[in-house]
């Protein structure tokens, strides 16, 4: 705990259901990676309902570093981003954002065809597991991409230029199916990609660039094929709404008793979620109007038990299972997780066992879906006996999924707990201290 008497620390007055309305904006995993797309054009490209998170200010600093002209709209959350004077940055500069964000590593297409070299630094992101950049740099040397990596990081070049390739992903991760997007469509050729991801958020960076006037084609099983352009322009573009926050407000409603409706929240990119909730005991209500979004609430009663198992898109989403696991202490009999995407994703739960909850977790698989973690030492699956009785605690927060969940329990808990390391939500939550005030949370500043 004393590592942590620095970091921000939020005090929760916890018990109270949360009831009210709050909107999200554009999916934190689709606006960075649209930022970065902006690269690519001849033009100027305008993005909408940017949400103001870390996430998004190292990006636009990593724009700017490289000459992009980064300016706000009117609206509340519009940027324009002037790429016409696109430059290399210098390192030093760069490495100010060593360790704060895995986004840079998608900078090496656009800067490729732009500037024929990239400097990345040394990345940072949540400590949920390996989440290994070999693919990308694999599928950037198949692409004739050459990497030398330096004391500091990594120096990316090109010198016959990116040419089109035939690659298959060991598996469906987002990172490397958006690097091989950003950098395909302007490469020589055509680029067959298989295994690829085909979460919302690439569909979306998909649209951007076909907007952008690339030709991708999206065929069955996990195929992806990229005719590359010379020329791509800028373009306008509202982004999906942010899938994971949605469901971060929905488990919060049901593991407090609460009532939130999410404006701006779509239906069809939760369909799976939506599926869970209402096996665990949650209702919901969709509001399809142009200014719509979901209504969670707790509807009374027993929640039930549920088996959880998250998968790549479209299944659970991995980032979708610590908040419910929350609200999955409140439900009667035994619910079981089986998480099959990152193999250290459940450490936060040692915080929730603190607070009350009887969460035991488990090398071995606990389900039926195929599993890379099955024969291997990482502990991916747990079992959680309910209802507890959630009890404050003093919480330090590890990584930004698991920050909220830990949020979730200090507002479901009875008494006063302190969270500490809050800034780690700030990467993925728009201003979320201000929507806990919209719902009625009782918080403040420690």
Known sequence: MEAALTTDVLVVHGGSPLRGQIRVRGAKNLVSKAMVAALLGDTPSRLYDVPAIRDVEIVRGLLELHGVRVTDGELPGELSFDPSNVERANVDEIN?????????????????????????????????????????????????????????????????????????????????????????????????????????????????????????????????????????????????????????????????????????????????????????????????SPTGGIRFWHPGGELKAVLLETDVHPGFMTDWQQPMVVALTQARGLSIVHETVYERRLGYTDALNQMGATIQTYRECLGGTPCRFGRRNFTHSAVIAGPSKLIAHDVVIPDLRAGFSHLIAALAAEGTSKVYGVELIRRGYEDFEAKLAALGASVEKG
């Open 96 to 288: 100010v954002h060593a360790g704060s964000s895995r986004i840079p590593i998608l900078f090496c297409g656009p800067l490729l065809h732009k500037l024929g070299h990239a400097f990345i630094p040394d990345l940072g992101g949540c400590n949920i597991g390996g989440r290994p950049i070999d693919f990308h740099l694999q599928a950037l040397r198949e692409m004739g991409a050459v990497v030398d990596k330096t004391p500091s990081g990594l120096d990316i070049t090109a010198p016959n230029g990116l040419q089109g390739t035939k690659f298959e992903l060991p598996y469906p991760s987002v990172g490397a199916t958006e690097q091989v997007l950003l950098a395909a469509v302007r490469a020589h050729g055509v680029t067959e990609l298989r295994n690829a991801a085909v979460e919302p958020e690439i569909m979306d960076l998909i649209a951007i660039l076909q907007k952008m006037g690339a030709i991708i084609n999206v065929h069955t099983d996990r195929v992806i094929e990229i005719e590359g352009v010379d020329r791509l322009r800028g373009y306008t573009h509202r982004p999906i709404p942010d899938r994971i926050e949605t469901a971060s407000w929905a488990a919060a409603a049901l593991a407090t008793g609460g009532d939130v409706y999410v404006q701006g929240a779509r239906q069809a990119d939760m369909m799976t979620f939506l599926n869970l909730y209402t096996k665990v005991g949650g209702a919901f209500d969709i509001d399809d």
